[in-house]
């Protein structure tokens, strides 16, 4: 009578119980290559100093992150100059340069350029790079305020100190995300252009009905509570 041949498994067993040194060599060998592959992909030690060291797939899969504002810069449209943290700091001996960063969807005005000196110039950010430019990284900024994250974008656009851009990134009309960020950015404006904030201050001539509308709005802001008068946006 022939010997039963072993099946796969069983013959997967006596490999795994004769060559377990083998099979622990390779087992090592996967993980080493998956940290690896890890390690590549959220660059832990990375530290960015210029556009071009952002890798492409934190634009595409818009990778969060962290720095301090050092000082801002009034060209090409207003840039921070942001000392980017990255998640594992290291001692580095190189002289500081630092990453410039322009606010997504914007045209900042003189106003705008003195409120970022006097209230982001200095603080910590959270900025997601959106695309890269020769000489900016445009992103949106975050900042945290009252223990609140407010969008850097979206208060310029209501307080007047900023424009929306006509030429918005092309990503804007592909990403969901951004279009939606692009929304609240031409809400923001809307609010600043009904209120003659800012820039709006000069350029629409404040007229009677609009002098009522307000009298009116400031007298039900003065009576209903703040939570209403937000919702109804007066």
Not at 9 to 38: C, M, N, P, Q
Not at 96 to 118: C, E, H, R
Not at 186 to 198: D, F, I, S
Not at 201 to 212: A, D, E, G, S, Y
């Amino acid at each position: 009578m022939s010997e039963k041949k072993p099946n796969i498994f069983e013959r997967f067993i006596i490999f795994s119980e004769t060559d377990t040194k083998t099979l622990k060599i390779f087992s090592y060998g996967i993980a080493s290559i998956s940290l690896v592959i890890a390690l590549y992909r959220i660059r832990p030690f990375a530290k960015f100093r210029k556009p071009s060291s952002i890798p492409s797939h934190f634009l595409q899969k818009k990778v969060q992150l962290q720095g301090t504002v050092i000082h801002i810069e009034p060209n090409y449209g207003t840039l921070l100059m942001v000392d980017h943290k990255p998640l594992i700091s290291l001692p580095r001996l190189s002289s500081p340069t630092y990453l410039p960063i322009k606010v997504a969807g914007l045209d900042v005005t003189a106003n705008g350029i003195s409120w970022l000196q006097t209230i982001v110039s200095g603080k910590e950010i959270t900025f997601i790079p959106l695309a890269t430019e020769k000489d900016y990284v445009t992103c949106i900024v975050s900042i945290e305020r009252n223990e609140k994250q407010i969008k850097i974008g979206e208060e310029l656009a209501k307080l007047g100190f900023a424009i929306v851009a006509k030429d918005s990134p092309k990503t804007l009309i592909q990403d969901k995300d951004i279009v939606s960020y692009h929304k609240c950015l031409l809400k923001a404006q809307k609010w600043a252009q009904n209120k003659r904030n800012g820039h709006w201050h000069f350029v629409k001539n404040p007229t009677i009905l609009w002098r009522i509308q307000q009298n009116l709005n400031n007298k039900l802001k003065s009576i209903l509570p703040t939570f209403i008068a937000q919702q109804l946006n007066i």
